[in-house]
């Protein structure tokens, strides 16, 4: 069965540092989506992507986050400069792109991200 | 604006029990609502949508849902724990019912199944 995979698994970085989150959605699929579950908290929707732009995102996806779906697979998530609230587990998603189902979303495994 | 209120943050059950995970929702719009269950060191796994076709839901496992939009609610049940039930569960709103829209979670219920 298709599934969204996700890398790294588990990703520690140093305050300030750039960060790259990777995720291959599932291939016939043409939304996708970034959240984010700080521990202890709910699973927040950061970002929702199609057709090569941002089609919707929330308060807490501000300049230092960015989307790009750099090849037919791919699509990243880049921190510019982490902050220790950062540290989270990070899901991506994917959902197919008519309006009956579309918004069933089908997430990734996740990426623990440590910021020290 | 959407929410979702699961009214339990821990679950007890005995195996070979009923399971109940209650959740309240507000939304302006038909929602479409969903069960998603998170295992430990595991992504999240959609266990049933409701997409106002049915009432009752029913998804893998053996769980359904049933909703009822009087008392705003989705509560999950299943009729008998089994072990491999103990993860986390999450009930979810769609913003808009379409592509594209953020998912808005639950703060989750931890089931604990003992045997």
């Known amino acids: 069965e298709p599934e969204v995979t996700q890398t790294p698994s588990h990703q520690v970085t140093q305050m300030g540092q750039e960060v790259i989150l990777r995720c291959v959605p599932i291939s016939n699929h043409l939304y996708f989506y970034w959240y984010r579950q700080i521990l202890g908290q709910k699973v927040e929707f950061l970002v929702s992507f199609y057709n090569n732009e941002i089609s919707e995102k929330s308060e807490i996806f501000d300049d230092q986050f960015s989307v790009e779906r750099p090849d037919g697979s791919n699509f990243t998530l880049k921190i510019r400069s982490t902050k220790l609230e950062d540290s989270a587990m990070y899901f991506c998603?994917?959902?197919?792109?008519?309006?009956?189902?579309?918004?069933?979303?089908?997430f990734g495994p996740g990426t623990r991200l440590t910021v020290l | 604006a959407q929410s979702v209120t699961q009214l339990d943050s821990h679950v007890s059950v005995s195996e070979g029990t009923p399971v109940l995970l209650r959740c309240n929702y507000s939304s302006s719009y038909s929602p479409s609502l969903f069960w998603y269950v998170q295992h430990p060191n595991k992504g999240l796994q959609l266990l049933l949508k409701?997409?106002?076709?049915?009432?009752l839901v029913k998804g893998i496992n053996g769980f359904e849902a049933e909703f009822k939009k009087s008392e705003t609610s989705f509560h999950l049940t299943k009729p008998s724990a089994h072990m491999s039930d103990a993860a986390e569960y999450f009930c979810v709103v769609s913003e808009r019912g379409q592509a594209g829209t953020a998912l808005i979670f639950g703060k989750g219920t931890t089931l604990s199944v003992s045997s």
């Open positions: 998603a994917s959902s197919e792109e008519t309006s009956f189902v579309g918004d069933t979303q089908y």
């Open positions: 409701y997409t106002s076709a049915a009432t």
